[in-house]
T-cell receptor, first 109, second 114 residues
Framework: GQTIDQPTEMTATEGAIVQINCTYQ??????LFWYQQHAGEAPTFLSY??LDGLEEKGRFSSFLSRSKGYSYLLLKELQMKDSASYLC??????????WGAGTKLIIKP | NAGVTQTPKFRVLKTGQSMTLLCAQD?????MYWYRQDPGMGLRLIHY???????AKGEVPDGYNVSRLKKQNFLLGLESAAPSQTSVYFC?????????????FGPGTRLTVL
């Protein structure tokens, strides 16, 4: 079966750095997405990786290792507004997204 | 541009009742999707459409039907609602999903079936 695993919940301090991990096993691979979802709202796109390595976008970076089936999302200089769930999703061989259950990130002052 | 809109935002049904959820997008996207989101689980694909007049089953299609008569609209129907269909329903749209094309989501419909 196809699986996406990520931690259920993480806690971090305002101003700090946090890394959210995602491991995956899918039938085929056409890239990995990270989305942010605030409570009660829709998911919004953060990043996309298809090649190994780090993609940086402001305070957020995403890393991919295809050989290890592993990705992480790195958030720097955490702000209270970063409190949200972070969803990892893989695009399989049919170009459909397989979603993880999400990681709820709690930011403390 | 409104992006992706969904109606209604909230709904309470009794077991056995029927309803239709409407999704509309103004981005001229070919692909449209219906997902459900339940606590502790990832988004699960119910049905999707690759273009006007076409629909296909996703991971959890049972108990739902869909129609895409116009490119901008994608309807999700529940013929006889069951408590197991209590969930948050998201519609999304995208260009032809050639790798990096992201999906754009509507605000969601919170459905409770009693």
């Amino acid at each position: 079966g196809q699986t996406i695993d990520q931690p259920t919940e993480m806690t971090a301090t305002e101003g700090a750095i946090v890394q959210i991990n995602c491991t995956y096993q899918t039938s085929g691979f056409n890239g990995l997405f990270w989305y942010q979802q605030h409570a009660g709202e829709a998911p919004t796109f953060l990043s996309y990786n298809v090649l190994d390595g780090l993609e940086e976008k402001g305070r957020f970076s995403s890393f991919l290792s295809r050989s290890k089936g592993y990705s992480y999302l790195l958030l720097k200089e955490l702000q209270m507004k970063d409190s949200a769930s972070y969803l990892c999703a893989c695009m399989d061989s049919n170009y459909q997204l397989i979603w993880g259950a999400g990681t709820k990130l709690i930011i403390k002052p | 541009n409104a992006g992706v809109t969904q109606t209604p935002k909230f709904r309470v049904l009794k077991t056995g009742q029927s309803m239709t959820l409407l999704c509309a997008q103004d981005m001229n996207h070919e692909y449209m999707y219906w997902y459900r989101q339940d606590p502790g689980m990832g988004l699960r694909l119910i049905h999707y459409s690759v273009g006007e007049g076409t629909t296909a089953k996703g991971e959890v299609p049972d108990g739902y039907n869909v129609s895409r008569l116009k490119k901008q609209n994608f309807l999700l129907g529940l013929e006889s609602a069951a408590p197991s269909q209590t969930s948050v329903y998201f519609c999304a749209s995208s260009h032809v999903p050639d790798r990096s094309d992201e999906q754009f989501f509507g605000p969601g419909t919170r459905l409770t079936v009693l």
